[in-house]
């Protein structure tokens, strides 16, 4: 299954230990590929930037730096040729559907219920939460 992360969901997946943490290490021991694009981790590097982040950051002894360093090796890198207007009023969501196209995904997984998971999908792709996608994931390799 080829998946791409919602910046949302890759933050809480790296700082957290909750259910994006255990979504991000089962598509690592399970090896589906996980892909990103380069607005998607400059959307990450941004928010890992930010005062909250920061402070959760000194919590668990890491950087933004090598946080992001770690992430960047498990991603392969996609590169959009377009960028639609699909969510009106959320750009930054187009820049998530754009890359999960161009990935040609199999699933978007976002915590984003006001914008991405109210689309349910597109073009294809199925748009989950965190949890959903575990069980997606799980229901897979049965």
């Known amino acids: 299954m080829r998946i791409v992360l919602d910046t949302n ?3 809480s997946a790296l700082l957290w230990r909750g259910t994006p943490y255990r979504l ?10 996980l892909y ?3 607005a998607l981790l400059e959307e990450l590097a941004d928010v890992l930037a930010r005062p909250f982040a920061a402070q959760r950051l000194a ?23 377009d960028v639609p207007r699909i969510v009106q009023n ?12 161009a990935a040609r995904a199999d699933l978007l997984v976002t915590g984003d219920r006001r914008h991405l998971l109210a689309l349910d999908g597109h ?18 390799r049965r």
Do not use: M
């Open 59 to 81: 919590l668990i002894q890491r950087t933004a730096a090598s946080v992001l360093a770690d992430y960047i090796e498990v991603v392969e890198l996609v590169e959009p040729t």
């Open 123 to 140: 073009a294809g792709i199925a748009i989950r939460k965190p949890a959903d996608a575990l069980e997606l994931i799980h229901a897979q």
């Open 9 to 11: 969901v890759v933050i």
């Open 90 to 101: 959320d750009p930054d969501d187009d820049h998530v559907i754009a890359a999960a196209v």
């Open 24 to 33: 991000l290490s089962t598509i690592r021991d399970v090896g589906d590929p």
């Open 36 to 38: 990103a694009s380069t």
